[in-house]
C-alpha cells in the first residue's frame, strides 16, 4: 500500500499521525517506510517507486512544507511516525538539526558517495540533491560580458532591470549566508540594498514568475535556481528563446544548495532508513534527480539532460554547507536592513 498525502493544514497534519501502515499481507512485504518530505517533484515519486519494487517495502509519504514538517516532528517527539525527513534546503536542513530532528547516521557508503561539503560532519544529513543559484537574462538587452556575478545585480547599469523572489525565501536566505560569509556583513549588506535598488517591481512569486517576467520584458535578469530554468526548456522551450543563464562563477563562485536527507530521530525504523538512503545515492537513484527535476546529483552519477548543463569546470563555491543555517538569522536582517522586502 502507498498513500501519498499532501498536508496543508495543521489540524489535518494531527489527524494523520494516527494513520493505519500496514502493507498488502505478502511475506516480506509488510514493513513500512514513512517519508516525511518537503519536495513535491516527479524525481522523488520514481525514486519511492523504485525502492518499494526493489524491496518490497512499503513506502508512505506525507509532504509539507518545511516549517510545518518540523513543527509536526516536533510536537510528536517520541511518537513520530518518521523514519526519514526530507527538506528542500541546506538552511532548512540546519534548522531540523538545531531543532535535534536527525539521528546520526554511520555508513561507509554515503561517506564514500557524497562529498563532505554536501553533508553532515557526524552523518546527521545528506545532500540529496544539488541546486545552483544563477542568473538567467534576456539576451538581447543585456551583453554577456556585461554580466560577472551575483555582484551585477547590484550594478546601478542594472537599475529598474532586475528580478528577484522575496527575502523571506530560503533560497535567497542561503545564498545571502554564503555571500556574508565569504564577503563579510558590510559588503553583503552593500550587495542586497544594491539589488533591491535595482528591482524593476517589487518581489513577486517565486523563480518560475522571474524567469517568465524576463520572458516578458519586465525586467532584464533575475536571480533563480537552475532548475526552473532546466524544467521550462524541456517543458516550452521555445518560451526561453533569447533567454540565457550565467553562472555567477566570481568569488565565492557559484552558490550550490543541496535538498537533503536523513534519518529521523525517532525513527521507528531506522536501520530502514539508512538503507534508503544509501539506496538515494546509488547511480540509479541520482539520475532521477537529473532527468525528472533538472536537479544536479550530489555523487559523481552520470545523466542524460540536455538541458542540464555539466558544472564540471566551474568554479564552485566551497561553503560548507552548516555555515547557510548559521548565517541564516544574519541574512534575514541584513535583507531588511537593505529594504529587500
Ligand atoms: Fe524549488
Known sequence: MRVWTLLVLVPLLAGLAACGQTGDGLAGENETLVIFSSRHYDSDYALYEAFEEET???VRTIEADGDLLVERLKTDGVNSPADVIITVDAGRLWRAEQEGL??????AILDAAVPSSLRHPDGLWYGLASRARIIVYAEQRVAAEDISGYETLADPAFKGRVCARSSGN????????ALIDRWGEDKALQWAAGVAGNFARAPLGGDT??????????????????YY????????????EGIAMFWPESAPGVHLNVSGIGVAKNAPNPELAKRFIEFAMQEKAQRFFAELTGEYPVTDAAYDNPALPSLANRAIDPI??????ENQARAQQIFDKAGWP
Do not use: W
Not at 530554468?229 to 526561453?240: D, Y
Open 170 to 177: 530560503i533560497y535567497n536566505i542561503s545564498l545571502l549566508g
Open 229 to 240: 530554468v532546466s524544467r521550462l526548456m524541456k517543458e516550452e522551450p521555445e518560451a526561453l
Open 102 to 107: 536527525f539521528a546520526p547516521v554511520n555508513s
Open 320 to 325: 560548507a554547507l552548516g555555515k547557510l543555517g
Open 56 to 58: 518490497g517495502v512499503n
Open 209 to 226: 514568475d522571474q524567469i517568465r517576467a524576463v520572458i516578458a520584458g519586465e525586467c532584464d535578469m533575475a536571480l533563480v535556481n537552475h
